[in-house]
């Protein structure tokens, strides 16, 4: 009963793992774009909902509902103004200006916010879960990361399947040049692809304000699960970035049930063990 | 930004020039005010201190009340220091740590070798106060630190007992302080006695946790049931492994040294899966308000170790205040509640000050260590004297423990075992969280 427990801990993790990797998953599936500062964006997006949830007195639920277009505005002029300028057949300059990226958001944040541990108050949700007997009992909040991390791969892949706008990033991720002769402004693909993912982003970073403390320096430490969550599941496919997150949230939980010092690097072994059997992940979808 | 501006104002030449003017145009307002000012009218070489702060970060937290601290200490000093009827202006040049030890070292060699300053302040954790001390005493250049315990300072820098230091200087608690109030505070109220701890594989995790020199020997001596499950590696997003082992084995006390977003993580997750200890000591995560008040409720009853609070009874010698003046003046200045670094950067600059007092002037630094090594001041934290300290080079302050209550819709911090330091007086008695 207890290993069912850690089991259920652990794709609950997973399901935030997978929504922090997302993100990530859509910028290098549609751009090939490395985005060192996804993390720090994720804590950005939590300030923003903080600021909104405050100020407007609103429910945190409603507060995501402003913060998604806000934040997937702020990626449309991102990328056209600076990531276009950087993005071409050398991977460094991304690399580099995201870095910096990374840098001066944080150090933004904490200027205006300053070094305060903050958290979006949730009241009574905090602590509710859904008692299955005496070892077993769910988080609602974890539950319902778990659950809008799905329902989030569930609308990208309908964007991506079942519109011309998916269309038009899958041809654009395909082949540059040839969606160019089509007709597709790249520049417009990628600024409304990086509002998609920093949509995406968005409901990552209110997640993580609602369900833990959060201060402007903690973005980078969520960065490495998020890759490892991409490329469990292989690069471009969003069900193999959810399946990468659940892969390293029970990995981590039985690694720490074991011995709490083994939890992070149970999830690193794992991630290094499927890189041995398949060293492009479980659904790589393109061929690059 | 209180940083950056420091930094640009106090390097150019123009700043020292200005110095000088003020300097100058306050002694010269003086002279029909006060006579004792006109014999300081001769302007000298001004002291320049020296100060590395982690002002970026995640160790930023810490460094919150930096700004206010150092206008306070530029009032206090205005007229300078005065030696043999010389008056000496006093400068000092910041520099931010960004929380790392590589780049604390880097400044400091920086203030020393290119600032050629007189005296090196710093404080907040070993990260920054190891690695400036380790510069000074290369350098050969005076250094007080404050707010790391005493141990990991110490030792961690390679510290003999018998020999010490030459130019560093430190004062704070130590882990028997902090064992030993933990203790009697747990042993308050009536528990199975059975507590799990918290401790992350990092510096102050592991000297916690320590089989020999930490909590576990002492916890095992008093009768206490110890739940270690071992370190695990912060930040973490998921504490369900420790918390079905301290259901499972009937956990009544937690304790652990642990960042505010990993104790957001565990408390709340603790409370979804049913979790409710009588007693939760966790230093770090809950020494701040901010970190807390977001629990609400279930942030009232928190209990943590307490360095320095409004009711400690001790007086500043620099500005005059008492601590309750001090955290008043914060509070109306910032619009922010007090927190335990307030009193101890205001210490550190108070020795600082004190020492340059009784030296024989700028740039004469074997007299400025000689002075530091001699200090028998009453700060806001306590008296400091390095001649009375456990090993050479260090001086102790007194701790004691504190429970969150709340009180309005602010959380305020009251004291509740003073068994290691008789003379703060206890306010409350500890109450169980259930």
């Given at each position: 009963m207890e290993w069912i427990n850690t089991i259920i801990q652990g794709v609950l993790l997973g399901g935030l793992y997978a929504l922090f990797a997302t993100g990530l998953s859509l910028m290098f599936g549609i751009m090939r774009l490395v985005n060192i500062a996804h993390g720090?964006?994720?804590?950005?997006?939590?300030?923003?909902?903080?600021?909104?949830?405050?100020t407007l007195g609103v429910h945190p639920v409603v507060g995501l509902i402003i913060v998604v277009p806000i934040m997937a505005g702020l990626g449309y002029l991102l990328q056209r103004a600076l990531l276009n300028r950087t993005l071409g057949s050398d991977i460094l300059p991304p690399l580099l200006v995201t870095f910096g990226l990374s840098i001066i958001i944080q150090n933004l944040l904490l200027e205006i916010f300053s070094a305060d541990s903050r958290r979006i108050n949730v009241g009574e949700l905090d602590v509710a879960s859904i008692t299955i007997n005496d070892q077993i009992s769910i988080g609602v909040?974890?539950?319902?990361?778990?659950?809008?991390?799905?329902?989030?791969?569930?609308?990208?892949?309908?964007?991506?399947?079942?519109?011309?706008?998916?269309?038009?990033?899958?041809?654009?991720?395909?082949?540059?040049?040839?969606?160019?002769?089509?007709?597709?402004?790249?520049?417009?693909?990628?600024?409304?692809?990086?509002?998609?993912?920093?949509?995406?982003?968005?409901?990552?970073?209110?997640?993580?304000?609602?369900?833990?403390?959060?201060?402007?320096?903690?973005?980078?430490?969520?960065?490495l699960y998020g890759f490892e969550a991409v490329i469990i599941g292989g690069l471009g496919s969003l069900w193999g970035t959810l399946a990468g997150g659940l892969i390293l949230g029970i990995s981590q939980a039985i690694g720490a049930k074991i011995d709490p010092g083994w939890q992070i690097l149970m999830g690193h072994l794992m991630f290094l063990a499927i890189l041995v059997v398949r060293p492009r992940g479980l659904f790589p979808r393109s061929v690059d | 930004m209180n940083t950056k501006n420091n930094k640009f104002d106090m390097?150019?030449?123009?700043?020292?020039?200005?110095?000088?003017?003020?300097?100058?145009?306050?002694?010269?307002?003086?002279?029909?005010?006060?006579?004792?000012?006109?014999?300081?009218?001769?302007?000298?070489?001004p002291f320049k201190i020296g100060f590395v702060t982690p002002a970026?970060?995640?160790?930023?937290?810490?460094?919150?009340?930096?700004?206010?601290?150092?206008?306070?200490?530029?009032?206090?000093?205005?007229?300078?220091?005065?030696?043999?009827g010389t008056h000496h202006p006093v400068e000092i040049i910041v520099k931010d740590s960004q929380s790392s030890s590589n780049r604390a070292a880097d400044v400091a060699a920086e203030l020393i070798l290119n600032d050629e300053i007189d005296?090196?302040?710093?404080?907040?954790?070993?990260?920054?106060?190891?690695?400036?001390?380790?510069?000074?005493?290369?350098?050969?250049?005076?250094?007080?630190?404050?707010?790391?315990?005493?141990?990991?300072?110490?030792?961690?820098?390679?510290?003999?007992?018998?020999?010490?230091?030459?130019w560093t200087y430190h004062f704070f608690w130590g882990a028997e302080d902090i064992i030993g109030t933990s203790l009697a505070l747990w042993e308050q109220i009536p528990t199975n006695k059975v507590i799990g701890t918290l401790w992350p594989n990092d510096s102050d995790g592991n000297a916690f946790g320590d089989p020999k020199m930490g909590f576990p020997p002492l916890l095992k001596e008093?009768?206490?049931?110890?739940?270690?499950?071992?370190?695990?590696?912060?930040?973490?997003?998921?504490?369900?492994?420790?918390?079905?082992?301290?259901?499972?084995?009937?956990?009544?006390?937690?304790?652990?040294?642990?960042?505010p977003p990993d104790f957001g993580t565990f408390w709340s997750q603790a409370g979804q899966q049913g979790f409710n200890p009588m007693i939760c000591t966790m230093a770090k995560a809950t020494e701040f308000p901010a970190a807390i008040a977001p629990f609400g409720d279930r942030a009232d009853g928190l209990t943590v170790e307490v360095w320095w609070s409004p009711t400690h009874p001790f007086v500043s010698g620099l500005t005059g205040q008492t601590s309750a003046e001090l955290a008043a003046e914060y509070e109306a200045k910032t619009g922010r509640q007090w927190t335990m670094p307030l009193g101890f950067k205001h210490s550190l600059f108070e020795v600082a000050i004190d020492a340059l007092k009784r030296s024989e002037g700028p740039g004469?630094?074997?007299?400025?260590?000689?002075?530091?090594?001699?200090?028998?001041?009453?700060?806001?934290?306590?008296?400091?004297?390095?001649?009375?300290?456990p090993v050479p080079n260090i001086s102790k302050?007194?701790?004691?423990?504190?429970?969150?209550?709340?009180?309005?819709?602010?959380?305020?911090?009251?004291?509740?075992?003073?068994s290691q330091a008789p003379m703060i007086a206890k306010q409350a008695e500890l109450r169980s969280l259930v």
């Open positions: 720090d964006l994720i804590v950005l997006a939590a300030y923003v909902g903080l600021v909104v949830v405050e909040m974890p539950l319902i990361v778990l659950i809008l991390a799905i329902l989030v791969i569930f609308a990208l892949q309908f964007l991506f399947y079942k519109t011309g706008l998916g269309r038009a990033f899958r041809a654009t991720s395909d082949d540059q040049d040839i969606a160019r002769l089509m007709g597709i402004s790249n520049k417009h693909i990628f600024g409304l692809a990086m509002a998609v993912a920093m949509a995406v982003v968005a409901i990552a970073g209110v997640l993580l304000a609602m369900r833990t403390n959060f201060d402007p320096a903690i973005g980078p430490s969520r960065l | 390097h150019g030449i123009s700043r020292r020039n200005l110095m000088k003017v003020l300097a100058a145009s306050s002694g010269a307002a003086a002279l029909g005010l006060s006579p004792s000012r006109v014999f300081a009218a001769k302007t000298g070489k970026s970060g995640p160790l930023a937290i810490f460094a919150e009340p930096d700004q206010f601290v150092l206008e306070q200490v530029k009032a206090a000093t205005r007229d300078g220091i005065v030696i043999d005296i090196m302040v710093a404080a907040n954790t070993p990260e920054t106060t190891n690695p400036v001390a380790d510069q000074c005493e290369i350098n050969g250049i005076p250094c007080v630190t404050n707010d790391t315990p005493w141990q990991p300072h110490f030792f961690g820098r390679g510290g003999d007992p018998k020999v010490g230091f030459e008093k009768g206490f049931e110890l739940v270690d499950l071992g370190r695990y590696q912060s930040p973490s997003d998921d504490f369900s492994a420790y918390i079905n082992e301290f259901k499972k084995q009937g956990v009544e006390i937690i304790s652990g040294v642990i960042p004469r630094l074997e007299s400025i260590r000689d002075a530091i090594a001699s200090t028998n001041y009453n700060s806001i934290v306590g008296p400091v004297n390095f001649q009375t300290g302050t007194p701790l004691v423990s504190g429970q969150w209550r709340k009180q309005g819709d602010r959380l305020e911090l009251e004291i509740v075992e003073n």
